[in-house]
């Protein structure tokens, strides 16, 4: 139970005016831009747009910056600013097939059409801190080479070729698509809403989740089919306009997991799949959105339900970082009635105790 | 002329609406926005000062709201909400009576009323040969060479696979 509690009114604008002082930092070094961190820090903008769930560069920069650097605190600023604004609609649904193709690998098949693609990874560095990037390194020009003209199919497309691989589940075209920001969470939870809940969750949480199915608890047998990243061109039907317009385009990283056989005694046995997107280049937080996805389908493909990742109320109910920080840190605000309270009751035990006992009454330390 | 004023619109235009005819202008409309939506409101309003434009009045103010992004099941299945981006939208009406459109990511509102305009002289016969071959055609080159530049440096990251021969035997 909260009160109202008066007083601490200059204390919270000095605290606050502190906060921007040490924000700051020391005035002689150079301030931040958000240019800086849009351009240095991207694969932190990237967090921030995905789990804040908003892609808007920009934004996410600027509360990367006021969190100084707390990426919680800017996706909770983020998600705050997004319920200032009018929802136009949604957008058509994207093409990862015709993605522009920045990175894009498979640990499954090592001559997939299109090629192996490593774009900017830190796969393969040595993991030793660069002491050049310390002060005014300029990098070396990109490589270039003749661009082939195969074209990039999602590699779960060539396995479904041939029936190997589970088809992806398909919606009638009207059919409504479940929102989270718009209806409280219900159990079981469909796909949609679980693939939702998933990619604005937390990728600390889904890493752990993700990596706990690896370790037994939940094993799926998961192969990286394919992992993507590049840009997709964004489509909005505006009824005003009367087609779908052209929005622009935006980064996104995909990640296809290929999962144990099934099987039935009506159905061949064949691969299964779990599903990763996530807005930037966001390789760790999709691969393990895939693992959480597959395990969160026990229930659909028969699977005994026993471990954490494999029960949805858990992950979907704990997967938001805004929503468990602010049941974390509320604990922090005045709880002095409360307490009180509790108090009071401990005092009465410890009088009762005293007296049952027939023992010297206890010293308590606050007195 | 009937705005949209649809905020929150989960039940997307019926299929009906949608599958109307794609006439070559829309096409081209269409293709013109595809552009322009990647280019900064300065670049454009510097290209519309090479044409004398004509009379025209902002009939929507620009306006920030959000779209919620949608993605796929598996990359090709059922739909599911993402998360939002920003976007901004503006509608401008020429002394013609032509009614342009201008829908973006992100909130620069004057790149939408920009958008909207160049849309609006795509549709006039008067304009609509000025609009492509001063502003639209120039970004879409520009656009095309920075595309190009990514899509080579991205190449030389692929890996050649060979075997190596091992000793003999």
Do not use: W
């Amino acid at each position: 139970m909260y009160v109202a509690v008066k007083g601490g009114e200059r204390a919270i604008e000095n605290a606050h005016r502190l906060l921007a002082h040490a924000r700051r930092g020391d005035r002689n070094v150079p301030e931040v831009t958000l240019g800086q961190i849009s351009e240095q820090l991207g694969l932190a903008v990237d967090r921030v747009m995905s789990e804040g769930s908003l892609y808007d560069r920009e934004l996410a920069a600027l509360a990367i910056k006021q969190a100084r650097g707390d990426m919680i605190e800017a996706i909770f600023l983020v998600r705050a600013f997004r319920a200032t604004l009018p929802r136009f609609g949604a957008s058509e649904p994207v093409d990862t097939g015709a993605m522009r193709v920045e990175r894009r690998v498979s640990s499954t098949f090592k001559d997939i059409p299109g090629g192996q693609i490593l774009g900017p990874t830190f796969d393969y560095t040595h993991r030793l801190l660069d002491p050049q990037l310390a002060e005014g390194f300029v990098p070396e020009e990109p490589a270039t080479a003749e661009v082939a003209t195969t074209a990039t199919p999602r590699v779960t497309d060539i396995l479904g070729r041939d029936g190997l691989i589970e088809p992806s589940p398909q919606a009638a075209p009207d059919a409504p698509v479940g929102d989270l920001t718009r209806e409280p969470l219900n159990f079981p939870a469909d796909r949609d809403l679980r693939l939702q809940n998933l990619a604005r969750g937390d990728e600390g949480f889904l890493l752990a989740m993700g990596y706990s199915t690896q370790r037994g608890y939940g094993r799926n047998h998961p192969f990286a089919g394919e992992i993507r990243f590049g840009e997709v061109d964004v489509e909005f039907f505006a009824e005003d306009v009367g087609f779908a317009v052209p929005l622009g385009s935006i980064e996104l990283t995909e990640c296809q997991m290929v999962n144990q056989f099934k099987g039935s005694a009506t159905e061949a046995p064949c691969f299964t799949r779990g599903y990763g997107l996530a807005f930037g280049q966001s390789e760790r937080k999709t691969m393990s959105m895939a693992l959480v996805d597959r395990a969160l389908r026990a229930r659909e493909l028969g699977e005994e339900v026993r471990a954490p990742a494999q029960d949805e109320e858990f992950v979907m109910s704990h997967s938001d970082n805004v929503q468990a920080t602010g049941f974390v840190e509320h604990l922090k605000l005045p709880h002095y009635v409360d307490f009180q309270s509790e108090l009071g009751l401990l005092r009465k035990l410890r009088q009762e105790f005293v007296e049952a006992n027939d023992v010297e009454p206890l010293q308590e330390a606050a007195e | 002329m009937k705005l949209s004023i649809i905020i929150d619109n989960f039940d997307q235009a019926s299929l009906a609406i949608r599958m109307t005819r794609q006439d070559s202008q829309q096409i081209q409309r269409k293709a013109a926005m595809a552009v322009l939506v990647h280019a900064e409101a300065g670049e454009i309003a510097a290209r519309l000062r090479n044409i004398a434009l004509p009379a025209h009045e902002t009939l929507r103010e620009p306006e920030n709201g959000l779209v919620m992004l949608r993605g796929r099941v598996g990359g090709d299945g059922a739909p599911f909400n993402l998360g939002e981006a920003t976007v901004s939208r503006a509608a401008v009406r020429l002394a013609g009576g032509e009614v342009g459109f201008g829908y973006t990511l992100g909130r620069d509102g004057e790149k939408a009323r920009l958008i909207a305009l160049c849309d609006a002289l795509v549709q006039s016969k008067e304009f609509g040969v000025a609009v492509e071959r001063e502003v639209v055609a120039p970004l879409r080159a520009s656009l095309a060479a920075q595309r190009k530049q990514r899509a080579v440096e991205t190449a030389a990251t692929k890996v050649d696979f060979y075997t190596m021969v091992r000793g003999e035997g």
